[in-house]
């Protein structure tokens, strides 16, 4: 891939180019926004890397829509500005300690308002009365669409009386959003397909095409409709901040989103960000996020801005549920049951909110009927459920280098020990000889062995006893036993009962390393679930680890990286989890563990250059131990340790507050 970066630079900006040009000019895009926004990021990528392969007609050189022929441009009263998206929380956190570290004393207070999805425009009113309406264009000038703009219903052309009575007076800007409702779009589409015509592609396109046409007939059939978020005023100090701007926009007779609120914490922000994360869906209009701006506009006005972004406000962006991937290989998983399922390996996405890795193809029939191939560039979604899927392969960017996976002679390559089956019907291959009860026994009697969980009674008789009389139909039944059903059993007594019973109930609190080691996951013995646990610490994490941050850990190969990664991706795993955890097992994540470690209660300091290790890979493992890890010298410091190359201030403060100065060696030897 590396070494293709130019070539794939060049397809990306040539066909994101055709998708822009059936977007904007044919109104007939191909692909969804999400497979283009996807697509242009990794091209964002590849320029951000390699600026100098840049292109002049890249498309993220393209600053809004070109302005076309027909209106007349008119230059903006001051520059209508796009926002920078973030995201995810953290860092809507990281927006607001930026604009902390400009000016410390900026209290948080917000105003945040639901992104509607449709295309910019601002009215200019004079003396409180319509004049003139025009484009965001390339920020500076736009395109003057008044009488377009004229035939939107919910436009009021004259302000209504009000308590702000200077704004009768002057020069007034309104900016907000031309959207199309969902319903009236559907409505349109509904009657275009009834006339066998082709159905409009969404609600924004057909706004921005409705405002673009020369013909202010066609846009007075069109149900379009704006809703206000700004209100300008050459006097600046007649609108203190974005709360009072909105009750403005009310009172003079303007539609805004009633959802809009003022929030004074950013704690309050995520608040907000969660609430309409499925809300939003139910809203009349389409919208893909959240603005979120400081709302004394002073300060706002005072932050400035970055390029074409004002310091002061974010976009807020729910994850996509859609991205695209380069598959880079397709690995086989064999399940619990004996089943075998081929997984997608790619780069990491992200998509809804995760960073995913691998998706699922099922079996070898989903590969056929997709066409995949390793080196496809695919689409992944989430439908729902945790694991991602692919829904199609993009064909237009193969180049001939894609191999084909053959499923059955894979599966004798990587298992060439095992014997696989597919039974008569079936699309599935299984593990020859292990119907399914033989495989839960070994299961089961696996995870409560010695080297398991250690479940006293969860012996082989017992196990099959359990599984035979269908008491134990799934290994997270056994933890849902009754002792009044074992005792129907002929092995069971009173005694033998509630001793299997109190056991079982004694496993429900494992350390993760342990808990790991007994799933019986394919190259996930002791040893390297104890890496497993000191690296993730709990079991969330390592759900959610990515193939390189697997494969980087000391001690793990590709062999395990591909079977945990396999594992976690099989939907009936990640249901047995949810199964224990409802069943009342609580695994012990790594630190809990070790709260109790070598170091533990120990305040520890570090200087020198460290020989085989980073500064930060110590901490952790001093953490890991118990300790606490301090980056500059106290009173109660325990030790200070040194490397190479050691600063004398250092030393001069330990002996000053006689601190134990220990070498790195000597230190890893007793501690770590
Ligand atoms: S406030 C400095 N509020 O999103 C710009 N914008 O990426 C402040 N948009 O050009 C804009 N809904 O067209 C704001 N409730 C809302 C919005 C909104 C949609 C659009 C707007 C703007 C773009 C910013």
New binding site residues.
Partial sequence: MTENYKDRYKYLVQILNQYSFEYHTLDKPSVSDAIYDSLFSELKKIEEKNPEIISPNSPSRRVGNAISGGFNKVAHSSR????NDVFNYSEVTQWFERILKINKSIEPVFFA????DGL?CSLIYQDGEFQQAVT?GDSFIGEDVTSNVRTIKNIPFFFNDNEYSFLKSGRTEIRG?IVILKKDFEKINDSRLLQGETPFANPRNLAAGTIRQLDPKIASKRPLRFIA??ILRENKDEIRTNEVAYNMLTSIGFER?RQASKISSVKEVVDFIEYWSERRKELDFNTDGL?V?INDRNIFDNLGIVGKQ?RG?I?FKYAPEEATAVVEDIIISIGRTGATTPVAVFEPVQLAGTTVKHASLHNSDEIDRLDVRIGDTVVVYKAGDIIPKISKVLFEFRNGKEKKFNFEEELKNKFPNEEFYRPKGEVVYRLKNSDSSILLKKNIIFYASKSGLDIEGLGEKNVNALVDSGLVKELSDIYDLKKEEILKLERFGEISANNLINAIEKSKNPTLERFLASLGVRYIGNETAKLFAKEFETIEKIKKASYDEIINIKGIGEKATESILAWFSEQENIELLEKLEQLGVVVKSFSQENKQGSLAGKKIVITGTLKDISREEFAKQIVENGGEFQKTITKDTDYLVIGAKVGSSKLAKAQKYSVAIIDEDKFRANFL
């Fill in positions: 209508m500005l796009s926002l308002d639901i992104k509607m910019a965001r959003e978020y700004d989103n603005v701006k004002p406000a976009a």
